[in-house]
């Protein structure tokens, strides 16, 4: 948790972002995993850790817009809970950690609402992703709980977009220690990768490293020598030399920041020929994606460049053919590379997708696209200083999706498919790093770059 202060200015920026109201923003519950007392990994909802800072479940925050005052709901544990669990603190005493002066129990939060509704007070929520805080809301509000999201806060949403996009120097702080940690965690997925070693083995190194370290995984950890999809949680198989495994992983650091990181590497340490004409293509994509962003770029026009190196490589090994830029234009390089070049990084590996791709990574100036692959860019809009997005592009042979294409005799004018017919058992490759924006440029996040070049892969290969 950060200075009580940093979450005083966040709530004040928020109110005076949305004007009037109250703005109603809920923690998350314990779930279950298959009875009630043994329960997942608990996460709280990100939007109330950055507002509320609280780490702990059952809880509710209201921001009085119009009263200019801040409550959190909760209830405190009884003596049977102490028992387990040892002593607790009150809600009273995690209210002032924050700054916040009233706290009441969770039941009186129907009451509040209740109050404000009949007042005729505009009630801001954000569109929930647990059913439990569905049917909460509908309890609250009397919304019927499947009509939730559509009931949601636009005006809520685009200001919380607006304040968590821009990262504050304690949060890229929190964001580097968790890359540090990405960084242990994509190393010893290199120093492990040997011939007859399982999937699953090193998957679960990768997932212990993250929790050795900090809170958790910041997603499932995607570790696979099927690289060519996209997200692979399989681990079944052995690895096999002449093969490449890409491992897409992350962690989360203890005040649940997080890292995504992707590196493939080839199974005994040396890239074959074929492999190192495509990742050098890749590496290209992902080194020209660095050197392009700055604040002012759109995303989206990044993305575009990037999809025209990716092209041209191909195109000199005989993969593609024809005007590149056309070929591009045209959505003709997703057969290789069918999704976005990046997304917001923040609390959320994906920052604020809860809150609808469409606020955070466009607005009214970069809409989404609908050609396939360009459709799947989760973040378009204007860089600005202050923002960690991914660059993550890839290239891969995906087998039903070349037959398709190829069956439909589609973009033939820029596609090889004969020449592909020979890569259908290559697999993929993607690279990803976490980047910054910078007031003039960019730069990786991390105190430490895990290694992507081919020297810098094959020698931590061989000397492990």
Not at 290 to 316: D, F, M, N, Q, W
Request: with cysteine; aromatic share 8%.
């Amino acid at each position: 948790m950060f200075d009580s202060i940093i979450y005083s200015k966040r709530r004040q920026a928020l109110r005076e972002q949305i004007g009037n109201g109250i703005i109603l923003l809920l923690g998350n519950n314990e779930m279950p995993a298959n009875y009630p007392d043994n329960t997942y990994k608990f996460r709280q909802d990100s939007s109330f850790l950055y507002f509320f800072g609280l780490n702990h479940p059952g809880l509710a925050g209201i921001i009085d817009v119009d009263n200019d005052e801040d409550y959190l709901f909760g209830d405190d544990v009884t003596i049977d809970d102490i028992i387990w669990m040892g002593i607790q603190p009150s809600v009273k005493e995690m209210a002032a950690s924050v700054n916040v002066n009233k706290s009441f129990p969770f039941l009186q939060l129907k009451e509040f609402i209740g109050k404000a509704i009949t007042q005729r007070r505009k009630i801001h929520f954000l569109p929930p992703y647990r059913h439990d805080n569905m049917l909460l809301i509908e309890s609250l509000t009397g919304i019927r709980a499947s009509m939730t999201k559509q009931h949601a806060s636009i005006d809520l949403i685009k200001a919380i977009v607006k304040l968590r996009s821009t990262k504050e120097p304690c949060e890229i702080e929190e964001i580097d220690k968790a890359c540090n940690i990405g960084y242990e965690m994509h190393t010893a997925a290199m120093r492990l990768c040997k011939p007859g070693v399982s999937e699953q083995y090193i998957a679960g190194v990768l997932d212990g490293i993250a929790s050795s370290y900090g809170s958790m995984v910041s997603f499932p950890t995607i570790l696979s020598q099927n690289g060519q999809t996209l997200h692979n949680h399989n681990h079944n198989l052995i690895l096999t030399t002449g093969r490449l495994m890409l491992t897409d992983a992350g962690a989360e650091s203890i005040t649940n920041y997080c890292s995504d990181h992707t590196r493939t590497i080839p199974v005994g340490g040396t890239f074959t020929p074929r492999q190192r004409d495509i990742y050098e293509i890749v590496l290209n994509c992902h080194d020209h994606a660095l050197s392009l962003s700055k604040p002012g770029i759109t995303y989206k026009s990044i993305h575009i460049e990037v999809c025209k190196v990716l092209a041209r490589g191909l195109k000199e090994l005989g993969l593609m053919k024809g005007d590149i830029d056309e070929a591009v234009a045209a959505g003709a390089h997703a057969l290789f590379m069918p999704h976005g070049l990046g997304h917001m990084m923040g609390i959320d590996v994906h920052d604020m997708e809860d809150l609808g791709q469409c606020y955070v990574g466009y607005d009214d100036e970069i809409r989404p696209s609908d050609q396939f692959g360009l459709a799947s860019l989760r973040m378009g809009r204007r860089l600005q200083t202050g923002f960690v997005i991914t660059d993550e592009p890839g290239c891969y042979f995906i087998p039903a999706l070349i037959d398709k294409w190829k069956a439909e005799n589609k973009f033939t004018d820029f596609i090889n498919y004969e020449a592909i017919e020979k890569y259908k058992d290559f697999g993929g490759i993607r690279l990803e790093d976490d980047i910054l924006i910078t007031a003039d440029g960019a730069r990786f996040t991390g105190n430490k770059h895990i290694p992507i070049t081919i020297d810098e892969v094959e020698t931590i290969m061989k000397e492990n």
